[in-house]
């Protein structure tokens, strides 16, 4: 079955700094990869996903790249503020079987 | 806000009991995912239901079950609870397209087994 890793577990960045974190997937089949924020005490929140025939999506200060090839996509969020701390969470998704990675804590110092 | 609620927010049950979750999808939506979330890893697939019929499982043992009604409210439903069933339950809604569907969660109930 698939397998997602995501890099690093945690990250701190200064206010302003960019931030990213990347993710690995096992299975070819895939097609589908949204990135979830969870804050405390809530539910995991879509911020952006790609799918399988796309490159690169921006929404704003948030990116996603995929690269088909290498079974590997990354999240990038650029001019960070404090409301941006929290898990931030990969997921492969082939035919509605969803994998998760482990989660990323991110921290936004002011 | 994603418009899918989950109840009870919070629940304490000891070993061998057993315990039932309720999930309101979002309007339109008719599937249903739920996912187990152990403090510090990413959610885990339980089984999705679609149409009121199991429509794919996840590597957990036949005490987990569900039901989806036919307003697409859903209930997860599990057996002979043991202490390693402390979590977070959460459930998604979606609408199914042939996969990739978008899935909306909700807060989440948070288990407790002692």
């Known amino acids: 079955g698939e397998n997602v890793e995501q890099h690093p577990s945690t990250l701190s960045v200064q206010e302003g700094d960019s931030a990213v974190i990347k993710c690995t997937y096992s299975?070819?089949?895939?097609?589908?990869f949204p990135w979830y924020k969870q804050e405390l005490g809530k539910g995991p929140q879509l911020i952006i996903d790609i799918r399988s025939n796309v490159g690169e999506k921006k929404d704003q200060r948030i990116a996603v790249t995929l690269n088909k090839t290498a079974k590997h996509f990354s999240l990038h969020i650029t001019e960070t503020q404090p409301e941006d701390s929290a898990v931030y969470f990969c997921a492969a998704d082939n035919n509605n079987d969803m994998r998760f990675g482990a989660g990323t804590r991110l921290t936004v110092k002011p | 806000e994603t418009g899918v609620t989950q109840s009870p927010t919070h629940l304490i049950k000891t070993r061998g009991q057993q315990v039932t979750l309720r999930c309101s999808s979002q309007s339109g939506h008719n599937t249903v995912s739920w996912y187990q979330q152990a403090l510090g890893q990413g959610p885990q697939f339980i089984f999705q239901y679609y149409r009121e019929e199991e429509n794919g499982r996840g590597n957990f043992p036949p005490r987990f079950s569900g039901l989806q009604f036919p307003n697409y409210s859903s209930e997860l439903n599990v057996n002979a609870l043991e202490l390693d069933d402390s979590a977070l339950y959460l459930c998604a809604s979606s609408v199914l397209a042939g996969g990739g569907e978008t899935q909306y969660f909700g807060p989440g109930t948070r288990l407790l087994v002692l």
């Open positions: 299975d070819s089949a895939s097609n589908y």
